[in-house]
C-alpha cells in the first residue's frame, strides 16, 4: 500500500491512520502522551538504542489530528517547555593560571566523556562563560568531552546529533535524501569546541581533534547502541581560518546557505559558515549510505 504521507522518514498509509482511529477509540481515557506510548509499542518504533520514539509519535498525531486524518482528545494539561524555561549553566569558579608552553610540556592530557557524570555542569558552564556563542543544550543524542592537564580543564567539546540537512556535507556523502533520512543518525556534530582562553599550547587543538575522532565512536555505541561514521562541525570564517581542523586533516566540504531549516524565503537570514567534516571510518560512505529495512 503506497503511504498517504512520510513523516520524519515512515511512511504512513491509510492502514495506518485506520489503526491510530481505532486505537484512539479503544482507549478513550486515554492521554495523548499515553496513546503515543501504546503506537510506539505497537509499531516497535524506537530508537536505536531501544527507547520509544514516543516524543516523534507525539509530533506524527498532532500533524495527523491538525490535517484532519484523526482527532485526538482534548489536551489534558500543558505543561512548560523545558527549552524555554531552561535556566542557563551555572558560573564556574575556577583559577584563571596561564598555561603556555609546547604541547609536551602539559602531557599527560586525559579527556573524559562527562555526560551525564557529576562533571557535566562544569563543562556545561566553562562553555557558557568563555565559548563565543555560549553554552546551547544539545539536540537529540549528545555527548559531552573535558579535556584535564595536571586535574586542571583546560578544554570543551560537545557532540550532538547533526542537522537533517546540509547541502556541501550530503553532495559530498552522496546520498539519496530517503538514505539521509533513514541513516542521518549515524554522523556526529561537533556544536562546541573550547580551549579556555588562558592556555595557549602549540598544536594543543589538532592533537585534541585526533584524540577525539578515536574515541568518539566506541563512546557513542556504548551510550546510544549505535555507531557513528562520519563527524562535521561549522566553522565562522569571520572569526576563524579552521587551521587546527586542516592540520587534523578534517575536509572542507562547503559552506551553508544562511538559511535555517525551517526557512521559506529561500534568502540568507544568519552568518553562513564553513563546514568541515572527518571521516571516522575508511568505507565511511558505503555504511552511510546503506539502505536498512
Request: proline share 7%; aromatic share 10%.
Amino acid at each position: 500500500m503506497e503511504p498517504l504521507l512520510t513523516y520524519r522518514g515512515k511512511g504512513i498509509t491509510e492502514k495506518d491512520i485506520a489503526f491510530i482511529r481505532e486505537l484512539i477509540v479503544q482507549n478513550p481515557e486515554d492521554s495523548r502522551w499515553r496513546l503515543s506510548k501504546k503506537l510506539c509499542q505497537v509499531w516497535n518504533w524506537r530508537q536505536a538504542n531501544g527507547v520509544l520514539r514516543d516524543m516523534v509519535c507525539r509530533g506524527l498525531m498532532l500533524m495527523l489530528h491538525r490535517a484532519g486524518y484523526i482527532e485526538l482528545p482534548v489536551r489534558k494539561q500543558n505543561p512548560a517547555n523545558p527549552l524555554v524555561y531552561r535556566k542557563k549553566p551555572a558560573p564556574v569558579e575556577i583559577e584563571p593560571y596561564p598555561l603556555a608552553g609546547s604541547l609536551s610540556s602539559i602531557v599527560p592530557l586525559e579527556i573524559r566523556q562527562v555526560r551525564r557524570t557529576a562533571q557535566e555542569k562544569l563543562c556545561d558552564g566553562l562553555t557558557e562563560q568563555y565559548h563565543y556563542l555560549r553554552y546551547c543544550q544539545p539536540v537529540g543524542e549528545h555527548l559531552k568531552y573535558m579535556v584535564f592537564s595536571h586535574q586542571r580543564p583546560i578544554a570543551c567539546m560537545i557532540y550532538s546529533s547533526a542537522p537533517r540537512h546540509i547541502g556541501c556535507r550530503d553532495r559530498f556523502i552522496g546520498w539519496p535524501a530517503a538514505v539521509r533520512r533513514q541513516n542521518i543518525h549515524l554522523i556526529a556534530y561537533q556544536s562546541r569546541f573550547l580551549i579556555l582562553p588562558w592556555v595557549h599550547v602549540s598544536y594543543l587543538a589538532s592533537h585534541l581533534l585526533g584524540r577525539i575522532a578515536r574515541l568518539l565512536p566506541s563512546d557513542w555505541q556504548r551510550i546510544y547502541r549505535h555507531p557513528v561514521y562520519f563527524q562535521e562541525t561549522f566553522v565562522d570564517p569571520e572569526r576563524f581560518k579552521g587551521t587546527c581542523y586542516k592540520a587534523s586533516n578534517w575536509i572542507l566540504l562547503g559552506k551553508t546557505t544562511g538559511r535555517g531549516k525551517n526557512d521559506q524565503t529561500k534568502k540568507p537570514n544568519r552568518s553562513i559558515k564553513a563546514v568541515w567534516g572527518y571521516p571516522l571510518c575508511r568505507d565511511f560512505r558505503a555504511r552511510l549510505c546503506e539502505v536498512r529495512g
